[in-house]
């Protein structure tokens, strides 16, 4: 792997457990201990930045050409994966960078990918992803934000909504309509930089999860960027933007799973230290059962996840389908255990002194984004596997 870290990334089965060991240990030390305080205050997790940033786990899939580690799909769900399990929020850094700088990756130019990639694996900025607007979220392709060609230059106007990361973020993978008559086909993709001038940020969404990470409109006022910084060729962008939420659902999946995997694990722990009625509660049948139905669905949810990225690595042609049922089902399940880790927890789960609510809130935002799970339906009944 590139770089000083003393992460390695690998294929094997041992290698990823160990991959994973290496990772929650460093997220419980790091990460975990400021959860709450990000949450309460709202604020950017930069102990989370820096921790992942300082061993290499903050952008894992940029290839090893652009001076990235190189990691498989697997091992880049796995890091999310246990990133979540202490703080969704902080998940965000390595998802949102991957989310953002993926359409760079599959279809930009060689000169883009080894600036961009070459930056994000340095350390030199984060990336986020500008696709949903005021009136277009699930209907992207109603999108109104343009770009017109003067010269060697774009310039661009229009606002994004929704953006994860915004104003933290250095650069931006922006889809902009380049002919208004071809609908999907006249949208083209663009990589954008906070610097550039006409560039400005809206105030922070008030959410009711992921606290850490801000969510802003981001306007473009007459923005001039330079043709080069095209991804792909005009009118390729609708595609390039969902051939990468098809690789990049599998890592909101992800993040669903170590969210249930948190909630599941501090109930467990609890269940077994809470007494009524002279013992443990975790002695109750009742209690046995509800334990047994989250760890099964959140297993039924991994086993989707880790086939979904195995087929995100190779491409495989059922990759559409994959990517939306492992989104689908582990936000579905996210959503289910850290309900039922609330419930066992009783009066105590509702508190913010235990963090098993700030789960909950979190859990539902895995539900909705990259496309509402009412959505991963429709897109699932249209690419069923032969």
Known sequence: MAGS?????????????????????????????????????????????????????????????????????????????????????????????????????????????????????????????????????????????????????????????????AGVSDFYTVMAVTDPDKRSKGISAFVVEKGDEGVSFGAPEKKLGIKGSPTREVYFDNVRIPADRIIGEEGTGFATAMKTLDHTRVTIAAQALGIAQGALDYAKGYVAERKQFGKAIAEFQGIQFMLADMAMKLEAARQLTYAAAARSERSDPDLTFFGAAAKCYASDVAMSVTTDAVQLLGGYGYTRDYPVERMMRDAKITQIYEGTNQVQRIVMARNLPA
């Open 5 to 165: 870290s003393d992460f390695d990334f690998f294929r094997t089965s041992e290698e990823h457990d160990m991959l994973r060991d290496a990772v929650r240990s460093l997220a419980e030390a790091k990460i975990a201990p400021f959860a709450a305080e990000v949450d309460e205050q709202g604020r950017f997790p930069q102990e989370a930045r820096d921790a992942l940033e300082a061993n290499d786990l903050h952008a894992v899939h940029v290839p090893e050409a652009y001076d990235g580690s190189g990691a498989d799909a697997l091992s880049t769900v796995i890091v999310i994966e246990e990133v979540a399990r202490v703080c969704a929020s902080s998940s965000l850094i390595p998802a949102v960078n991957k989310l953002g700088s993926l359409p760079v990756q599959l279809s930009g130019s060689e000169e883009l990918k080894t600036k961009y990639l070459g930056a994000l694996a340095r350390k030199e900025g984060m990336f986020s992803y500008a696709l949903s607007e005021p009136e277009a979220g699930s209907d992207a392709a109603g999108m109104k934000t343009r770009a017109v060609r003067d010269g060697d230059t774009y310039v661009l106007n229009g606002v994004k909504r929704w953006i994860t990361n």
